[in-house]
């Protein structure tokens, strides 16, 4: 259970690099888009950014906020990527992508192409064999007679690092879309046996919930993404867990922790839950 709810609010954490994890996001009195690499505690806990020693590494350059990133690690690479986000809350979504070499931070942030596709917010991503991919999210349309709307995209991609002179740059490539949009899924998106899982968040019939305390606002089906072949299977729904949104999970001693997350519009809880990656 978690002490202090607020400190995972607006936070997305990476995978950890060597000895060390990096973190980026909204802390209570911090400014969106800034990003902090953590020492690991020299006891075992939860790999929240709450322990160890902390170092702020450079800012983005404009503040982005309901972002999605993510980290890609390979033999030849080890970068952040962040991609999409709203300057402001009420700001439009963006299509915006820029990287951050870990291995040299100094450099700051560098602008990489653009996300295909509209501008969007909430979107998921995982890391997968040195690649990034990145599903769903939504953004606000109008609707033919005027009215705004939830849009809940399906769109999915992977981002492929390549070297390029002096640093990396990289390329998107558009996969097979989602069986159904899911926008504020739990990110990075956890990686069971080689295949994506996703639980929760909320799909284009949830989006059309107007009572924030209905507990059907968030989807409780579930889905798997091969990544190797491109597809996507249907697991059916949990009940016996409350779904969650806009929540970070972090793999540890081999499982997949879900850190707090709402249960319904503004509502966070601190229970902590994981499953095995077996």
């Given at each position: 259970v978690l002490h202090d709810r607020q400190l995972l609010r607006g936070v997305d954490v990476g995978r950890r690099i060597g000895?060390?994890?990096?973190?980026?996001?909204?802390?209570?009195g911090r400014a969106v888009g800034e990003a902090a690499r953590a020492e690991p505690p020299g006891q075992?806990?939860?790999?929240?950014?709450?322990?160890?020693?902390?170092?702020?590494?450079?800012?983005?350059?404009?503040?982005?906020?309901?972002?999605?990133?993510?980290?890609?690690?390979d033999h030849q690479?080890?970068?952040?990527?962040?991609?999409?986000?709203?300057?402001?809350?009420t700001?439009?979504?963006?299509?915006?992508?820029?990287?951050?070499?870990?291995?040299?931070?100094?450099?700051?942030?560098?602008?990489?192409?653009?996300?295909?596709?509209?501008?969007?917010?909430?979107?998921?991503?995982?890391?997968y064999q040195g690649r990034l991919y990145l599903f769903s999210s939504e953004r606000t349309d109008t609707s033919?007679?005027?009215?705004?709307?939830?849009?809940?995209?399906?769109?999915?991609?992977?981002?492929r690092p390549r070297r390029d002179?002096?640093?990396?740059?990289?390329?998107?490539?558009?996969?097979?879309?989602?069986?159904?949009?899911?926008s504020a899924v739990a990110s990075p998106v956890p990686v069971l046996q080689g295949r994506l899982f996703f639980w929760g968040g909320v799909d284009p019939l949830t989006?059309?919930?107007?009572?924030?305390?209905?507990?059907?606002?968030?989807?409780?089906?579930?889905l798997l993404y091969d990544p190797d072949r491109?597809?996507?299977?249907y697991l059916g729904r949990e009940l016996a867990q409350r779904p969650r949104v806009t929540l970070p999970a972090v793999y540890w001693q081999g499982r997949w922790v879900y850190v707090s997350g709402e249960v319904s519009a503004g509502v966070r809880t601190d229970r902590v839950i994981s499953i095995e990656n077996d």
């Open positions: 000895d060390q994890a990096v973190a980026q996001g909204a802390e209570p075992q806990r939860l790999p929240v950014v709450a322990g160890g020693q902390r170092e702020r590494l450079v800012p983005l350059e404009i503040g982005l906020g309901q972002r999605a990133g993510g980290v890609h690690v690479h080890a970068g952040r990527v962040v991609a999409g986000g709203a300057g402001s809350a700001g439009a979504p963006l299509r915006t992508t820029f990287g951050l070499d870990l291995k040299h931070v100094q450099r700051g942030w560098f602008p990489l192409p653009e996300l295909p596709g509209p501008g969007r917010i909430l979107a998921s991503c995982a890391q033919a007679g005027g009215v705004p709307f939830r849009h809940i995209l399906d769109d999915a991609y992977c981002f002179t002096g640093g990396w740059t990289g390329s998107w490539q558009k996969l097979a879309p989602m069986p159904v949009g899911r989006a059309l919930n107007t009572d924030p305390s209905n507990p059907d606002a968030i989807s409780k089906d579930m491109d597809s996507w299977q």
